[in-house]
């Protein structure tokens, strides 16, 4: 059965820490990564990564995938309390664009 | 700017009630979904939809139904609401894997 495991649940840091998500997935035929941030309404897209080693970068956030150990990354660096939200990773397999998520990473950042 | 409307934020049925949850997009996406996110468990796929009148089952589709009788709109039907249904529902349309969400139902059945 196709599963995506996020690590940790939850995490409360302080402003200006770097924190990092973890991601890992079992897919028949993977074929994409994709991270979401979602506060209090929709999930938000930030990335999708389908090659190893190539981090993607947006701000302060960044990620990179790794299919040989089947896992991913998000770091957020100098965190802000904006960035408190629930992050979800999701994967695809070969010809579908179902979205196979984890539970999901609460994360809160205090002043 | 893409858009996934559903129709309603915050409902409250009795059990036993038939309920609808409508979600449309304005995107042209062929590809629709339904999910449930509890906490703890995360997003789980109830039904999805790859083109008008077609559908598929997701990880928990008992007690749940679809229809999509147009390609921006994907209904799902509760055909009798229970208590253990009580959750937020998001409905998601998607192009080349990013799937583009709605703001959520969050349905309680009392």
């Known amino acids: 059965e196709d599963k995506v495991v996020q690590s940790p649940l939850s995490l409360v840091v302080h402003e200006g820490d770097t924190v990092t998500l973890n991601c890992s997935y079992e897919?028949?035929?993977?074929?994409?990564l994709l991270w979401y941030k979602q506060e209090k309404k929709a999930p938000t897209f930030l990335f999708m990564l389908t090659s190893s080693g190539i981090e993607k970068k947006s701000g302060r956030l960044s990620s990179i995938l790794d299919k040989k150990e089947l896992f991913s990354i998000l770091n957020i660096t100098a965190t802000q309390t904006g960035d408190s939200a629930i992050y979800l990773c999701?994967?695809?397999?070969?010809?579908?664009?179902?979205?196979?998520f984890g539970t999901g990473t609460r994360l809160q950042v205090f002043p | 700017d893409v858009k996934v409307t559903q129709s309603s934020r915050y409902l409250v049925k009795r059990t036993g009630e038939k309920v609808f949850l409508e979600c449309v997009q304005d995107?042209?996406?062929?590809?629709m979904f339904w999910y449930r996110q509890d906490p703890g468990l995360g997003l789980r796929l109830i039904y999805f939809s790859y083109d008008v009148k077609m559908k598929e089952k997701g990880d928990i589709p008992e007690g749940y139904s679809v229809s999509r009788e147009k390609k921006e709109r994907f209904s799902l039907i509760l055909e009798s609401a229970s208590t253990n249904q009580t959750s937020m529902y998001l409905c998601?349309?998607?192009?080349?894997?990013?799937?583009?969400f709605g703001q959520g139902t969050r349905l309680t059945v009392v």
């Open positions: 998601a349309s998607s192009i080349r894997q990013e799937a583009f």
């Open positions: 897919v028949t035929n993977f074929r994409s």
């Open positions: 999701a994967a695809t397999g070969a010809n579908t664009d179902k979205l196979i």
């Open positions: 995107m042209d996406h062929e590809n």
